[in-house]
């Protein structure tokens, strides 16, 4: 791994509960040697920007299944700008369905994960910027 | 139970010999088995001796104490399950139009999925609501929107299950008074509210307020039905979304029932004869792959729910020792690749909710890993449980799989787990505490991410994810929920506020938060007057958030 110590929020935003792939995914990268924080779940994108600030991370990873990831994604882009912190990138997961992700692309979302992406392929991404 | 003398002799012979000389030249292909939960499986299960008197105090018949073989004498020779599939999005109005269909498709109960907003309290308008409203399920801000939602369907008739858990005194008062604008009284009524806040801390988030004010209006609830609406299911105990959260069958089973014992136990302590309350009581669970298993982790729970009632709380009534359930199968075993592929899942982990004796079922759709499901996969899902009923003759017996040498070890070994996990909990203190500290969600933690490492490992076969994979086009016609709901449900609550007397409604919830000050009052009639006024889903629970405060994750990672 080059970049050790590379810090990643991975966040539950809305009122979803269904925390099992941010949980595995959270613990998943700190055993690949990441900094890994996570939100806890039901988040608003300004509680999850906040803390993305002052934890410095460089990453934040938003994860989903409820439906509302094409409001709310692209409401905690559109914060970290506003608070002057468009250098960190924002991926996601969970139940998002194909056709929204080009519009979620465009509203600067880096990357978008489904059900059955491996360990390696986020990393892979984290550290190449390719994957997805 | 042991193998008799000679039995465990002539194995032994066997294995050293026929057995040992076979895996010489031919290796298994793996070199342990488990099950789905990670548990070693033998390659031979043998007959254990068995006296008649043990026989009784482990299986019995059914209907009879222990339960094991089924809560019904009969089981589905005298009534098959009840076909009861979960649906809900959008508005009343479209969620209506999916009952319909249901009801006309031979479905024989109806089973509501309230969006996020709804199953937290907060009104459609509300800033925290953004983005999730109608998504998951229907959105309800007043008693306008539940009497649209069963508009046309006959309550008095029919029985209806609604997920609904920190909010679920207020839905069924909202149930009750559009019941009684159908003229139907409340004594009529059957039905099941989920009302299970524990397993909210544990799995599933949709929790309001903290553990203590979440007990009372539980109880309050239990104690009203009792008295007010008696056949109806006061609570679903549920282990479905702790499964779902990764658990394992063991762990399912032993913190569900865990958490019934809090419940009893908070009750008793209101002041509630156990055999008053405890037959209404209902249970939950999942259905996963291994088929084997799962039915054995049903029969073992009807087993030490039967011993728990009885030996922990003195209850007598046989209503009181029956572990009833409703089974879904395992959303989380569903694949968004080869989606086709579930199908396939969905009927071997429903034959394994018959084999176990449930007492309704839901049947997931195939395209539930990528979006709620089309009328036409509905259908299908539907269709499986009718072919399972009509055409697969497992109904013709009770408990088919009992006396399975593999199945009888499996209850044993998933019962002696269970009872080990609920002397952990009660060595804690109980449930509160073991939630608060964490340990249960931990325990859920550390089996979901030993399961998924598996997978990415290749130890674990999931078709279609690690073996088997193929291109694949992606697929079309799923449903979607318009944003614009939003907005259409906005307009409509705006509309009820202006038509309300808005004094009476003032008086309703101040009604409400005075007797939320005093824990020894019942908050069901207050509630329903609050609903009989159009006071909003939000506002009600506006009063209660003021009153009892909110609860806080135990983040555990």
Redesign the interface.
């Known amino acids: 791994m080059s970049s050790k110590k590379t810090r990643i929020l991975i966040a539950k935003p809305?009122?979803?509960?269904?925390?099992?792939g941010a949980?595995?995914i959270?613990?998943?990268l700190?055993d690949e040697g990441y900094e890994v924080i996570?939100t806890?779940?039901?988040q608003?994108p300004e509680a999850i920007v906040q803390t993305a600030i002052q934890e410095d991370v460089d990453f934040v990873g938003l994860s989903l299944l409820?439906?509302?990831?094409?409001?709310?994604f692209p409401?905690v882009v559109d914060l970290l700008k506003e608070n002057g912190a468009e250098d960190i990138k924002v991926i996601g997961g969970g139940?998002i369905?194909?056709e929204d992700i080009p519009l979620l692309k465009e509203k600067g979302v880096l990357a978008v994960f489904?059900?059955?992406t491996?360990?390696?392929q986020i990393v892979e991404f984290i550290e190449h910027g390719s994957g997805r | 139970m042991p193998l008799p003398e000679e039995l465990k002799k002539k194995k032994k012979d066997w294995e050293e010999t026929t057995l040992r000389e076979v895996i010489s030249r031919y290796p298994e292909r793996k070199t342990e088995f488990v099950t789905g939960s990670d548990k070693t499986v033998d390659p031979l299960y043998l007959p254990e001796s068995f006296s008649a008197q043990e026989y009784l105090e482990k299986q019995g018949f059914p209907g009879c104490y222990p339960f094991t073989r089924g809560v019904q004498p009969t089981m589905y020779r005298g009534r098959l399950w009840t076909m009861r599939q979960y649906a809900g999005f959008g508005t009343a109005e479209e969620s209506n139009q999916r009952y319909r269909f249901l009801l006309e498709q031979g479905q024989t109960g109806l089973s509501v999925a309230f969006d996020l907003p709804t199953q937290i309290g907060y009104d459609s308008d509300d800033p925290r609501a953004e983005g999730e409203v109608g998504k998951v399920g229907v959105a309800i801000d007043t008693l306008r929107d539940m009497e649209i939602l069963f508009d046309g369907i006959p309550l008095d008739r029919i029985s209806t299950s609604m997920t609904i858990n920190a909010p679920a005194a207020i839905f069924l008062a909202m149930y009750i008074v559009v019941a009684e604008t159908k003229g139907i009284r409340k004594d009529k009524l059957r039905g099941t509210i989920q009302n299970d806040i524990l397993k909210e801390y544990i799995a599933r988030g949709t929790y309001i307020f903290p553990p203590a004010p979440s007990m009372r209006l539980i109880t309050d609830v239990f104690a009203y039905c009792t008295r007010e609406v008696p056949q109806w299911n006061t609570i679903s105990i549920s282990g479905y979304h702790i499964r779902e959260a990764g658990s394992d069958a063991s762990q399912e089973v032993a913190f569900t029932l865990a958490n019934g014992i809090e419940y009893v136990r908070a009750a008793v302590k209101a002041g509630l004869p156990v055999d008053d309350f405890a037959g209404r009581l209902s249970f939950f669970f999942n259905a996963h792959n291994d088929l084997l298993e799962e039915v054995a982790k049903f029969r073992a729970a009807r087993r030490i729910w039967a011993r728990i009632m009885k030996e922990r709380f003195n209850a007598t009534d046989p209503k009181s020792l029956m572990l009833r359930f409703h089974t879904q199968t395992g959303g989380s075993t569903l694949t968004a690749q080869q989606p086709d592929n579930n199908i396939v899942r969905v009927a071997i982990q429903a034959l394994a909710a018959v084999l176990g004796g449930t007492q309704s079922l839901h049947t997931n759709s195939r395209e539930e890993a990528l979006a709620l499901p089309a009328e036409e996969s509905v259908r299908l899902a539907l269709r499986t449980q009718q072919v399972l009923a009509y055409e697969s003759g497992i109904t013709s017996t009770v408990d088919p799989l009992a006396g399975s040498y593999y199945v009888e070890a499996l209850t044993d070994r998933i019962e002696l787990e269970v009872w080990q996990y609920i002397d952990r909990i009660e060595a804690l203190g109980g449930m509160v505490p073991s939630i608060l500290k964490g340990y249960v969600q931990k325990q859920i933690q550390e089996a979901a991410f030993r399961t998924q490492k598996d997978i990415e490992k290749g130890e674990r076969v999931v078709v279609g994810i690690n073996r088997f994979q193929m291109e694949e086009k992606r697929p079309e016609n799923l449903l979607r929920v318009d944003p614009a709901i939003r907005q259409v449900q906005t307009d409509k609550l705006s509309q009820v506020k202006r038509s309300r007397n808005s004094s009476r409604v003032q008086h309703s919830l101040s009604a409400l938060r005075q007797g939320a000050k005093q824990d020894d009052v019942n908050l069901l009639p207050l509630i329903l007057e609050a609903v009989r006024e159009y006071a909003t889903l939000g506002e009600i629970c506006r009063v209660l958030r003021d009153e009892f405060g909110e609860h806080k994750e135990t983040i555990v990672l």
């Open positions: 809305g009122l979803d509960g269904h925390d099992r949980k595995f959270a613990r998943a700190r996570y806890g779940i039901r608003t409820s439906g509302a990831h094409n409001e709310l409401r139940i369905p194909e489904g059900p059955g491996s360990t390696e």
